[in-house]
């Protein structure tokens, strides 16, 4: 299983940005499509996740702030608009099968992406 994101970059504060996902290496349908990220000295934290029947959870700090989609069982989006500094981070991409109430934690996913940054400016 592979799962490559793109799209990262730096912004200023109020910008947006658009990271990508796609998977392969399977053909599992079922699987729960996550976006998580990390800054250096931080835990990773769950930012949006999405279920195969499009439901969706996101953290607290981006909700109504980021969007994600999920165009096939293999591509998966996350709209990021109004950044802000404290959004800077590593963002990856993960796939799983999640037993968690929120479907926000790392140890629901099995998969992961091997991370793309994105740093917003004040």
């Known amino acids: 299983v592979q799962l490559m994101e793109s799209g990262g970059g730096s912004v200023q504060a109020g910008g947006s940005l658009r990271l990508s996902c796609v998977a392969s290496?399977?053909?599992?349908?079922?699987?729960?499509m996550a976006w998580f990220r990390q800054t250096p000295g931080k835990k990773r934290e769950g930012v949006a996740t999405?279920?195969?029947?499009?439901?969706t959870n996101y953290a607290d700090s981006v909700k109504g702030r980021f969007t994600i989609s999920q165009d096939s069982w293999k591509t998966v989006t996350l709209q990021m608009n109004s950044l802000r500094p404290e959004d800077t981070g590593t963002y990856y991409c993960?796939?799983?099968?999640?037993?968690?109430?929120?479907?926000?934690?790392?140890?629901?996913?099995?998969?992961w992406g091997q991370g793309t940054q994105v740093t917003v400016s004040s």
């Open positions: 993960a796939a799983g099968s999640p037993q968690s109430s929120d479907r926000l934690q790392t140890r629901d996913y099995s998969y």
């Open positions: 999405i279920r195969s029947d499009g439901t």
């Open positions: 290496g399977y053909t599992y349908t079922g699987y729960c």
